[in-house]
């Protein structure tokens, strides 16, 4: 990314968001023509410059059972050998007789707070549903990371909560009922 940012003769300040202006766009998409895009372009440029994101999934089946995936996007510059909270069941990705969670954002906040498993928690100590366990936990349990997440209850239930600006998610159901956001 360096490398390109170099010759563009342009820095993005956040990699995964262009800086406005066409000049930029079209100096950077020129640097990066033929790095490996196939083609593939986002807000004008390749595809190959972003960074890859979190991708969860939290399901429930139809007698109940429940069951989580996270895939983590990693992080830029990280520190060698930091474990994410992805791979760390509780943390990251939890399921239980009671809900899946799938949680993404800063991993040492979730990874401190065990937010996946917080929310299972709270519905079974608490006895709150889904949507107010998930509430509870992003906002009196994490602490100052920002972070999200998306859970389904045994009952089929669907909750999501994030604290910071936004978050992608999606839902689908088995009677049709599709879903997308990114904000509130």
């Known amino acids: 990314m360096l490398k390109l940012a170099k010759e563009a003769n342009s820095i993005l ?7 406005a202006g066409a000049d930029t766009c079209s100096a950077l998409a ?23 994101e979190t991708v969860g999934c ?21 520190m060698t050998g930091r474990i994410g909270d992805s791979p760390l069941i509780g943390a990251g990705t939890y399921a239980c007789g ?15 707070s065990t937010l996946a498993r917080d929310v299972a928690a709270v519905m079974e100590y608490k006895g ?11 906002k009196e349990r994490l602490d100052e990371g920002f972070a999200g997440l998306i859970a ?16 992608f998610r999606g839902c689908a ?7 997308v956001g990114i904000w509130e």
């Open 58 to 78: 939290a399901v429930v089946d139809s007698n109940g059972f429940t069951a989580a995936a996270t895939s983590t996007g990693g992080l830029m510059n990280k």
């Open 173 to 179: 159901s088995e009677d049709g009922f599709m879903e």
């Open 98 to 112: 009671h809900c899946a969670v799938s949680c993404t954002g800063e991993g040492e906040a979730i990874i401190r």
């Open 128 to 138: 709150l549903p889904l949507q107010e366990a998930v509430d509870f936990c992003v």
């Open 13 to 19: 300040f956040d990699y995964r968001i262009p800086l």
């Open 30 to 52: 020129a640097a990066v023509e033929g790095h490996g895009s196939n083609g593939m372009v986002m807000n004008g440029l390749p595809i190959s410059i972003y960074a890859p």
């Open 152 to 167: 389904v209850s045994g009952t089929g239930e669907v909750a999501y909560g994030f604290n910071c600006t936004g978050m």
